[in-house]
C-alpha cells in the first residue's frame, strides 16, 4: 500500500445508487488498476493461509479496497454488503446483483443507433455521437464478448463483421452530400 492510502478515501466522484452500474464498475476497475489492486476483486490476489507471514499485509490491503469500494456506494447499498468476508466476495455480490443485461435499454440503444442521422451536425460531432452510442451498447452487452483463444479465426472474423456492420450504420446516417463519396 502506499502511504498516502487511506480507507476514507471513495474512488468515484459520484457513489454507485442503483443507477449505472457498468459506468461505476468501469470507473473502480480503472483506480483499482492504477492503484495495483485489482487483484483482490478478480481473485488473483488470493487469501493467503492464516498461519503465512504474508496474511495481515493481505488483509489490511483487502480491507482497504472493501473499504473504498464500500465508500462508493450509496450508504443503502452499502449497508445491504457491509458484512462480506473479502473484497472479492464484495465484487461478486455487487456483480450478482447489478451487472445484469437489460433487454429494454438493449432495445433503446440499438434504436437509438438505428434512427441517428448526421442532420444538421458536422461529420466529426455525427461520428463523436455514434461512438458513444457504440460505446454504450458494448458495456450492456460485455457479458456476451467471447473471451476464448480460437485457432480458428473466429472471434478475428466476429470483430470484423462487428466493425463491418458499424461502418455501414454510420455511412447510413450521413446526410445525401456524402452519397457520391
Not at 78 to 95: G, H, T
Request: hydrophobic letters at 35%; charged letters at 25%; proline letters at 3%.
Amino acid at each position: 500500500m502506499h502511504p498516502s492510502d487511506n480507507s476514507g478515501a471513495t474512488l468515484v466522484p459520484i457513489p454507485f445508487d442503483d443507477f449505472g452500474y457498468r459506468s461505476w464498475r468501469r470507473g473502480i476497475m480503472r483506480i483499482l488498476s492504477v492503484k495495483n489492486k485489482l487483484g483482490f476483486i478478480n481473485g488473483e490476489c488470493k487469501r493467503p493461509n492464516p498461519d503465512s507471514s504474508k496474511f495481515c499485509l493481505w488483509e489490511r490491503c483487502d480491507d482497504m479496497v472493501t473499504s473504498w469500494i464500500l465508500n462508493s456506494l450509496a450508504k443503502e447499498i452499502a449497508n445491504s454488503i457491509e458484512y462480506v468476508a473479502d473484497a472479492f466476495e464484495l465484487w461478486r455480490e455487487l456483480e450478482d446483483r447489478y451487472d445484469q443485461t437489460n433487454g429494454t435499454k438493449l432495445y433503446q440503444i440499438q434504436k437509438e443507433i438505428n434512427d441517428l442521422s448526421q442532420g444538421a451536425l458536422d461529420f466529426t460531432s455525427y461520428y463523436t455521437k455514434m461512438k458513444k452510442k457504440w460505446e454504450k451498447l458494448n458495456t450492456l452487452i460485455a457479458k456476451s464478448h467471447c473471451t476464448c483463444n480460437f485457432t480458428c479465426g473466429a472471434k478475428e472474423s466476429m470483430h470484423k463483421a462487428e466493425q463491418d456492420r458499424r461502418l455501414i450504420q454510420f455511412l447510413m446516417g450521413l446526410n445525401e452530400t456524402y452519397t457520391v463519396v
